[in-house]
């Protein structure tokens, strides 16, 4: 059986894409989620679009569920297949089509790595704000299904913002369109807002047209320590009421400090309670005023120290320090279990006291880190997988964890996605009414449901 | 099926060292071969993944997971590069030796390294006769890079152009000596490497030449055997005890300041992977090898950091030589040595040094890697080739002397007329005498 779906998928992608055996099926079982793999029946990697299209194509008529995989580096089990399922591999598909300096938008296939694309437009004097911690590695298919942000989210938007429309494949391998390399565009629905952050559940990209903005003439940044962790949350809303909309915001936590410390001497002063890395952009003389500002705010709330750079060097030394946290955090423990509840920027403050008590309650190591200024904290869990009884704790404070952030008027998800990890989850935001509204349309779309089934509203 | 468990039990050894692993796939964006191939199966989360599955038993097939496993140049860029610190290496080196040791080693190699490495004077008078010989077997193609290619062989060395046996190695050339420090005050062990003695004694000479110059003593024995790293790459861990045993009779009771290599896989195998192998060997020998290991240097370091030298003053009159460096996975990813070569280069003021394109990226040798899986090794050879030539270089230097043989191989291979050398050799080109 499976040596004959093997040939029928030969036959559109060439022998050497087919990946049957049993080391390959185990190869593309996992991603980067703390979940249990699960074995596809094989893994097809198409490397012209039309292929792509024939894939999907067959996939249906066979009732076969399909997973698109980029680089597997999400971390809400979005890529683990179905069992018995096909993952298809956009890592052939990897051509940027086009990049248009005087109309400031590109074209790529899906494959295209992120970190890649970003500097190409850098070379043409161009800017792709969105920077995904995983960059180097994810892929624009990736970052548009699962609606990726990064550390500049705060001023500069997140992956939606920046897709102005695409091409994907439906279930019957046909070809939609929608958008336009125009600016404006409301030409039909908004289809490719609908695919962004939808996870490979409603169709297969093809080709995404991509926003691209000049990028700042000028940036600085600076680091403000704090020995009282309301004072640091309180300098966030402060700046932000100050009208300064910083590039990147970004908070530690003692914890991450002293292990980021431990790791990477990077002279962070281990008795801070909590840490800001605060970065603004723009023109040079607004960037002045700006930075001098934001300064003169962490003063006055209590900062007890603050480190401005002087230089692309220093404010490197900065930022490699935020760089190291979650390497610093991950060395600790053998498992590391990244999680992404969002709040309101003004619930910090609650969210962080109630992670510590739920690192208390449940006796688990917990670091947090992230983007304080979009409310995104990343609580970061240290464990180890095999000791069984202390995982059950952790997957308990999981789940207080999303509890309180929705009780805090917050989100399950700030930008990793949904995925199986967090399906459970999604009535207890949403309502029933809408996973209702979901399911409909995927089965309108999806009826014999093979597009990545099991992600986003469980079933 | 007896053989199974015990493989699974050899596994569960280094679960601590797997778990570690937390599949973030961030090794994607530096493992050379995963660029070319881009399979999971490829890069070290796959190949991690695939030892857990085994380890746990979920995979039957440990002939599927050695071939995944093998295909891996050890170049250490996933370990430089993983956020978890993950030591990829060790985990590899370890799981190859286990899987050898349930499929037992290829005849070939069992030859090579239980019949030849393990007796370095059989070795030496071997190839010394094979040297005699290979002109009636292959062809020079490449007066510049010195480079030939099979006449007769073309199966089994695949239309490589290599270079050519020397006519004479090192150990014939330069007779052992052991000299007393200088005015420099500083002693040194010169472990030369099977490469370098067989293939390259003029790097070899270079290093002689400087350390005389420098009043640096050298205690060179020639019972010195390999390093070891071809066979435990191979996953013949018993050859490879073999191996440090003999080199530990040799080097452990001499008197010197520093062990001077100008092979890069020689200095980051006896750096790090001697301690990391000899867990398992008497104490005392853990001792002795720690000790050893400890005292290890690559020359270019060594010559920099302990002799302090500096710009030669030499004429230097028309257009200098531009000159290109390779860093080696061995010395840069492993041990975090870059400047000092360049430094090194850069004491000759009739060159000039101009950077390539990612200087740092493997060039696809990887050891026995290029014998299994040329076409792979070829193509990730072929990028680095061409970041070579780009520079407008006429001279390509690197310090590993299997960096300089694949180098060498795909520069030949294009028609390109670059010589190769070694920083070292750069060096000696402004002493005296020459
Ligand atoms: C160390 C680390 C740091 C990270 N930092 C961030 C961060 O700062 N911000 C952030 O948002 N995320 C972050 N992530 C999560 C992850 O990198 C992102 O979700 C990223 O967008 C995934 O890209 P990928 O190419 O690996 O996609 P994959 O993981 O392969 O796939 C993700 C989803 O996209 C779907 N998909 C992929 N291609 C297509 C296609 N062509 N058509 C339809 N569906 C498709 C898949 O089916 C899957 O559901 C991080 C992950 C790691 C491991
Ligand atoms: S970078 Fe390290 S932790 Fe991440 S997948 Fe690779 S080996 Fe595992
Ligand atoms: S050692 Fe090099 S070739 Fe092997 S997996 Fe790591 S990066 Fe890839």
Known sequence: ?459 | MSEMRQLVGLLKQIDDQLVACMRCGMCQAVCPIYAETGLEGHVARGKIALLECLADEVIKDPAGVKERLDACLLCGSCQANCPSGVKALDIFLKARAFLTGYYGLPPVKRAIFRGLLQNPKLFDTVLGVASKFQGLFTKPVNDMLGSSCARVFSDLIGGRHFAPLADKPLHDVATQRDTPRGHSGLKIAFFYGCVVDKMFPRIGEAVLKVCDHHGVGVFMPHAQACCGIPALSSGDRETFEKLVALNMKVFAESDFDVLVTPCATCTSTIKKIWPLMAEDLPATTRYQVKELSAKVKDISAFLIQDVGVTPADVAVSGEPVTVTYHDPCHLKKSLGVSAEPRALIGCNPRYKLQEMDGADSCCGSGGSFTLQHYDLSKRIGKRKRDNIVATGATVAATSCPACMLQIGDMLSQAGDTLAIRHPVEIYAETLAGR
């Open chain 1, 1 to 459: 059986m499976s040596n004959h779906l093997s040939q029928k998928f030969e036959e559109i992608v060439g022998t050497g894409n087919v990946l049957a055996s049993e080391v390959d099926r185990h190869n593309y079982a996992y991603d980067a989620a703390v979940l249990p793999p699960q074995l596809p029946a094989l893994a097809v990697r198409p490397e012209t679009p039309e292929a792509l299209g024939r894939v999907v194509k067959t996939c249906n008529e066979l009732g076969l569920p399909l997973t698109v995989r980029g680089s597997g580096t999400n971390l809400s089990g979005g890529t683990i297949p179905s069992e018995g399922g096909v993952v298809v591999l956009t890592g052939a598909l990897n051509k940027i089509i086009e990049i248009n300096e005087a109309d400031m938008y590109a074209v790529v296939q899906t494959g295209v790595v992120t970190a890649k694309f970003a500097a190409e437009v850098a070379k043409r004097g161009l800017f792709y704000p969105p920077d995904p911690g995983s960059q180097a590695v994810s892929t624009m298919g990736g970052n548009v299904a699962e609606n990726a942000g990064g550390l500049r989210g705060l001023k500069y938007g997140v992956t939606k913002d920046y897709v102005m429309g695409m091409s994907f494949y439906d279930v019957d391998g046909e070809l939609v369109k929608t958008g336009s390399r125009t600016v404006k565009c409301v030409t039909g629905m908004n289809l490719h807002g609908l695919m962004v952050g939808s996870e490979g559940t409603l169709g297969v990209f093809n080709e995404i047209i991509l926003k691209l903005v000049p990028p700042p003439k000028a940036s600085k940044a600076m680091m403000a320590i704090f020995d009282d962790l309301g004072k640091a949350s309180e300098t966030v809303a402060a700046i932000i009421a100050a009208k300064i909309v910083p590039a990147t915001l970004e908070y530690m936590d003692d914890f991450t400090i002293k292990t980021v410390e431990d790791f990477a001497h990077a002279g962070l002063p281990t008795d801070a309670k909590a840490l800001l890395l605060i970065e603004v952009d723009g023109h040079p003389a607004q960037v002045e005023d700006e930075a001098a500002e934001v300064e003169a705010i962490c003063k006055r709330i209590g900062a007890t120290r603050i480190q401005v750079a002087k230089d692309a060097v220093e404010r490197n030394k900065v930022w490699e320090a935020r760089r190291a946290a979650l390497s610093a955090l991950a060395r600790v423990r053998p498992t590391t279990v990244l999680e992404d509840a969002t709040v309101p920027r003004s619930k910090i403050p609650a969210m962080v006291g109630a992670l510590e008590k739920i690192a208390e309650k449940y006796k688990l190591t917990i670091g947090t880190f992230g983007h304080a200024g979009d409310g995104n904290l990343h609580p970061t869990i240290l464990t180890d997988k095999r000791d069984h009884a202390e995982f059950t704790r952790v997957e308990a404070a999981i789940d207080e964890i999303f509890d309180v952030a929705l009780s805090l008027g917050g989100t399950l998800s700030g930008e990793h996605g949904i995925g199986m990890a967090k399906s459970k989850y999604m009535v207890k935001e949403v309502g029933q009414g809408s996973i209702m509204y979901a399911k409909r349309l995927k089965a309108a779309m999806d009826p014999k449901n093979i597009l990545n089934p099991g992600k986003i509203t469980g079933a």
